[in-house]
């Protein structure tokens, strides 16, 4: 418990910390957790560290959506998104240094995921979303029939590609953005290339592709 109450005191002081420290206090909270009888640190860790970060970042994210809008409101979900992708199985190892907020998030998550075990879902994750990522899995092959589908061009995105580039179909979903393949042998099916959920999918503003071409020039848009 001792032992416990001193590792959530370190990490709840995490920003003056220098991030070397932060991880191995982290490599050093998993070693404590997988012995037996070590729940007594559980308490100390929701008390100190995280029912405190959580209340600062939720109260950031009000602050954000007042004074930033819809932009200060993605920016925060962004690096939530980007810090939970981050606290894998490998979240004690080496990685570039983080401060702000992005620190504070992963410190949270990385022990959020330490407490529960395997969590495979991000938390606040739409169950429609879930479905579609069941639905659309890479490799599966999915009934295209008669709808509405682009054209794309994408770089060689698999060992069946023989040049640098390929044609495949976007199809409409509402949270998965799914690149498919034409079946050669079956009509009207195709092979799900890539599948990635819209809320991870950037547009970068000033790409060169970004904006309509010269008249009579076809138009593309790099995502």
């Known amino acids: 418990e001792a032992l416990g109450l001193c590792l959530a005191r370190c990490l709840a002081r995490h920003g003056e910390a220098s991030w070397s420290l932060c991880l191995a206090a982290l490599k050093a909270l998993r070693q404590l957790l997988e012995v037996s009888g070590s729940t007594a640190a559980l308490a100390a860790l929701r008390e100190r560290l995280l029912k405190p970060l959580a209340t600062e970042l939720i109260h950031e994210a009000a602050l954000q959506s007042q004074q930033g809008g819809l932009s200060g409101q993605e920016a925060w979900l962004q690096d939530f998104q980007e810090q939970w992708m981050a606290t894998g199985p490998a979240e004690a190892g080496e990685s570039e240094p983080l401060s702000g907020r992005a620190r504070s998030f992963r410190v949270l998550l990385a022990v959020v995921r330490l407490l529960k075990g395997k969590v495979n879902d991000m938390p606040g994750k739409d169950e429609a979303e879930s479905d579609e990522n069941a639905r659309y899995s890479p490799g599966s092959v999915v009934y295209l029939g008669k709808q509405n589908r682009v054209r794309c061009r994408a770089a060689a995105v698999s060992s069946k590609a023989l040049i640098n580039e390929e044609d495949l179909y ?28 819209l809320r991870l999918i950037k547009l970068k503003e000033g790409d060169e592709n970004s904006a309509p071409g010269p008249e009579n020039e076809e138009h593309y848009l790099r995502i």
């Open 170 to 197: 976007l199809i409409p979903t509402n949270n998965t953005l799914v690149l498919v393949r034409p079946e050669e042998q079956k009509a009207f099916y195709g092979e799900v290339v890539i599948s990635e959920p």
